[in-house]
C-alpha cells in the first residue's frame, strides 16, 4: 500500500511539473515584453549595455530624457548613473515590466549610497591625513585634499530623483502640451509598435517623439530589420494581420523621419558597435530635430 501511494504521489508530481510546462510554453509578449529581456539579449556575464558605447555625454548629460519600451529599466538606469541626466523616465505597456523597472532601481540606489557612504569615509580619510603631514607635504598635497573636501561638500542627487518609470501605451497616450524632452531612446522597440498598429501606429510614433523633442532634441533609434518581423509576426491574430498590410519597412524609416515626420539630420553610429558580442546587432540611428 505504501509502495503504491507513493507511486501515485510521483504520478501526481509528474503531472503537475508537465501542466506547468504547458503553461508556461502558452505565455506570449505580444509587445515585446519579455521577461528579462536585457539578460537574454546582452548575457549575464555583460557589465552594462554594449549600446551604451555609442552614446555621447552632450546628448543626455544634464538633460531630460525619455526612453520609450524601458522594459526592466535596465538601460534606464544605466544611462541615468553613467550620463547624469536631469531626469529620465522610461514608460512600457507591460505594468509587470514597470514593477520589475522599480525593483531594479531600489536595487541600484541602495547600491549607490553604499558607494557614496564608502566615498565620504575614504575622502575623510583623505582630509585626516593631510591636516597631519609637515607643512610642506600638506603644501604638495593642497589641490587634491582641497579637491576632495569639494567633492564631499557638494551633495549627488539619489538615483530615484533622477529615475522614474511609467506604465503606458506610447501610441495611445496623450501627453501634456508643456512637455519636452531633449532626448528620446526608442531602441528595439519600432517593431512591437509596427507589428500591433501597424503603419499607422508606426507614423504615431514617429510624429508623437518629434513632438515632444524640444528644438535641437535628439532620436536615438534602434530599428528592428525586416528579418526580425518575419521571426515574430506569428505571435497573435492582430500582428498576423498587420504583418501582411505593412508598406512601410524599416529601410525606410530614415527616409520617413527626415522627409514626412522632420528631422533635421541623421547620423548612423552603428559602427561603434562592431565586434560587440550582444544580441543588439541592429543598427542605430540619431535623428536632430
Known amino acids: 500500500m505504501e509502495e503504491e501511494k507513493k507511486s501515485k504521489d510521483e504520478e501526481r508530481r509528474c503531472a503537475e511539473g508537465v501542466q506547468k510546462q504547458k503553461r508556461k510554453r502558452k505565455e506570449i509578449f505580444p509587445f515585446g515584453n519579455y521577461r528579462n529581456y536585457y539578460g537574454y539579449r546582452i548575457g549575464q556575464d555583460m557589465e552594462e549595455d554594449p549600446r551604451l558605447k555609442v552614446m555621447k555625454k552632450e546628448w543626455l548629460e544634464g538633460k531630460d530624457c525619455l526612453d520609450i519600451g524601458c522594459n526592466n529599466g535596465s538601460i534606464t538606469i544605466q544611462i541615468a548613473r553613467k550620463f547624469h541626466c536631469k531626469s529620465i523616465l522610461g514608460v512600457d505597456i507591460d505594468s509587470n515590466r514597470i514593477e520589475d523597472a522599480y525593483w531594479h532601481l531600489r536595487k541600484f540606489a541602495k547600491m549607490d549610497e553604499f558607494e557614496k557612504k564608502q566615498g565620504r569615509t575614504s ?167
Do not use: M
Open 123 to 289: 575622502r575623510s580619510k583623505v582630509s585626516e591625513d593631510a591636516n597631519g603631514l609637515g607643512n610642506n607635504a600638506a603644501a604638495s598635497s593642497d589641490d587634491e585634499t582641497k579637491q576632495s573636501l569639494r567633492s564631499c561638500s557638494s551633495e549627488e542627487r539619489d538615483l530615484s530623483d533622477i529615475v522614474s518609470f511609467q506604465q503606458e501605451n506610447f501610441v495611445q497616450s496623450r501627453h501634456p502640451q508643456e512637455k519636452h524632452y531633449d532626448t528620446i531612446l526608442c531602441l528595439s522597440v519600432s517593431k512591437w509598435i509596427h507589428l500591433n498598429w501597424g503603419d499607422d501606429g508606426l507614423i504615431t510614433l514617429f510624429t508623437k517623439i518629434w513632438r515632444l523633442l524640444n528644438p535641437g532634441g535628439i532620436l536615438v533609434l534602434e530599428p528592428q530589420p525586416w528579418k526580425s518581423y518575419q521571426n515574430n509576426y506569428r505571435i497573435s491574430e492582430t500582428t498576423t494581420e498587420n504583418y501582411k498590410k505593412i508598406s512601410f519597412r524599416p529601410a525606410w524609416f530614415q527616409e520617413i523621419l527626415l522627409d514626412k515626420i522632420g528631422f533635421r539630420t541623421v547620423e548612423d553610429v552603428t559602427s561603434s558597435l562592431s565586434g560587440t558580442k550582444s544580441g543588439f546587432n541592429r543598427p542605430i540611428l540619431v535623428f536632430r530635430k
